[in-house]
């Protein structure tokens, strides 16, 4: 049975083209969603771009007929402008001067009306729970929704390996169909493997014994940088291995790096470390600079009207980076802070030179970039359009790197299976361009406390 889903103004602000993803179903617009859309268009950053484009595709189905009384879309469906239904009553705290409740009266009518479904769909929470206490069934937007987060990819699998096999890895590699895994019976079962996912291989006469490899065209080969020890670091567990093996390889090879993992697992520490190692301790001419973007937790990436240039604006979303500048420059962490100036210094000549450079996010938008160590930052604050945006700007001999913990999200409207971190790392699952890797809980290398916590919160 065909049904009818009304549209909140923040599905439109989120994902533009979302009138379009409803098949032959009917799509319904409120009228005050249009007049939000109208307050909205003249915004600068993301927001307003996306406003113009929703805008743009409803002049292009006006084209097509009276949207009053409805446009047949290319899907087959309807899109429909519904003005308000004076005549519903809503409870008396449901005040009708509010946006929201606007949208709740058309839903109530056009359910008292219709014998097919009437859905709202919207990415307001609190607007959702509204519905359902006036029986209206309410919905997120879903098409850019990915696996929760305990089902999304991990980009590492542990594996075992016949014995004679595991002996002939370092020299030879392995086949990936000669590797098995167990179920939750015990009962032996070959694993789904990805180009360019990481292995842990275990002999299976002695599963002490492991190594350390990854999936490369049918075969499973060992990792080539792990003796490598970047600004000098050396990974510290498993994961690390895998972060260095990726972070690494050059452009040409990985130009994408996806890294997940909880505050604490060396994410933005090792990126910086790799990238000073190529630039300053052995240039290899790979990379013109590093250049880091951290978006702001804000719903837009507007850096706003304060003095100041670009750089000073800015400068609090660094902090973070600065952090990890000051334990690479000087590793020595008796005697770090000893003369705060000195370590002061060390970091703005590196800043001064043009080695790392920092950026607003918003100003990446319609540049290319050529050669760059591009480090994206708390990318779990980016929607799946940001993500494309910012991916889709690398040129020639770049390399970008996204970090992020898809657990820690601040950016209202985005969650765990909607942000542009895990909406990329699932769609680039298995690319040859592209590398990732999870870094789990127990390899978090902040403190002893930080791990303690881990165990007990």
Partial sequence: ???????????????????????????????????????????????????????????????????????????????????????????????????????????????????E????????????????????????????????????????????????????????????????CCDENGKSICPELFENEFIILKADQSSKKTQLGRVEKGMIRKLEYKKAAPYGVSPRNVGQYFLQEALMQPAE???????????????????????LEKLMNHPSGEYRRILICRPNALFDSDIGFLPGDEQEKISPLMRPIIDNLEQLVDSNDKERYLNEQELSDKIQEIFDRGVIQTEALTFIRGRS?????????????????????????????????????????????????????????????????????TLLPEECERSSLAMDAIRRL
């Fill in 369 to 437: 970039l050529i050669k760059t160590y591009l480090v994206i930052d708390e990318a779990q604050n980016m929607t799946p359009a940001q993500i494309k945006g910012i991916i889709t700007r690398a040129g020639k001999d770049t390399k970008i790197i996204l970090l992020g913990d898809p657990n820690q999200i601040d950016r209202p409207y985005l969650d765990d299976r909607t942000n542009g971190l895990s909406y990329a790392a699932e769609h680039m699952k298995g690319s040859p361009l592209c590398w990732q890797i």
């Fill in 253 to 275: 090879k990985a130009p994408l790096v996806i890294v997940k993992g909880m505050a604490g697992t060396s994410k933005t520490f090792y990126s910086l470390a790799v990238g």
């Fill in 1 to 115: 049975m065909e049904k009818t889903y009304v549209l909140d103004t923040n599905v439109l602000i989120q994902a533009p083209y979302a009138i379009e993803c409803f098949e032959e179903n009917e799509v319904i617009l409120p009228m005050t969603v249009l007049e939000e859309l109208d307050n909205l268009k003249k915004d600068e950053g993301e927001k307003g771009a996306n406003v113009r484009k929703a805008i743009r595709i409803l002049e292009t189905y006006r084209g097509k007929g009276n949207l009053i009384e409805g446009v047949e879309t290319e899907q087959g469906g309807i899109l429909r402008v519904e003005k308000n239904y004076r005549n519903v009553e809503l409870p008396s705290d449901l005040p009708e001067y509010k946006s929201d409740n606007r949208i709740l009266k058309i839903c109530v009518g056009l359910a008292k009306e219709r014998e």
């Fill in 117 to 180: 479904q009437v859905i709202l769909v919207t990415k307001d929470i609190l607007l959702r729970i509204k519905a359902q206490l006036l029986g209206i069934q309410a919905e997120d937007f879903t098409t850019e929704q990915v696996a929760g987060h305990e089902e999304q990819y991990l980009g590492r699998k542990e594996v075992f390996v016949p014995e004679e096999l595991f002996k002939e890895f370092k020299k030879k590699g392995i086949p990936v169909q000669n590797v098995y």
